[in-house]
């Protein structure tokens, strides 16, 4: 993990490089692939923030491999609308991607 000069840390995923923002006006995460950056609620303890982390992270990834649909009749913006299909050699990538980005995430609990 690096920082960007504005010291927010920065992860790179599927060859995309994410900057993570703590938003303290938010609760919870979210992602802009457009953006390539990550929301986190500022105000969780730092284990909240590395879960919301992996959520978005993972989710990035199927995002990136094609593997998030949404459902028919669907409203991308209601998460229950959203469907993720994909074959075991897709989780292997999942995986292997998921934990390349884990290793990058090793020192987050140093920023709040």
């Known amino acids: 993990m690096t920082t960007t000069s504005s010291n927010n840390p920065t992860i790179v995923i599927c060859g995309k490089t ?26 969780h303890k730092p284990e909240q923030a590395h879960d919301i982390l992996v959520h978005e992270v993972l989710e990035i990834i199927l995002v ?10 669907g409203n991308e913006t209601e998460n229950g609308d959203m469907r993720f299909m994909f074959t075991h050699d897709d989780f292997d990538k999942v995986a292997d991607e998921l ?4 290793r990058q995430t090793q020192n987050l609990r140093s920023y709040k």
Do not use: T
Not at 28 to 38: H, K, T, V
Not at 64 to 69: D, G
């Open 99 to 102: 934990a390349y980005v884990l």
């Open 64 to 73: 990136e491999l094609r593997c998030r649909f949404i459902y028919p009749c």
């Open 18 to 43: 994410f900057k993570i923002i703590f938003d303290k006006k938010n609760f919870g995460g979210s992602f802009s692939i457009q953006r390539q950056e990550i929301r986190i609620g500022a105000y």
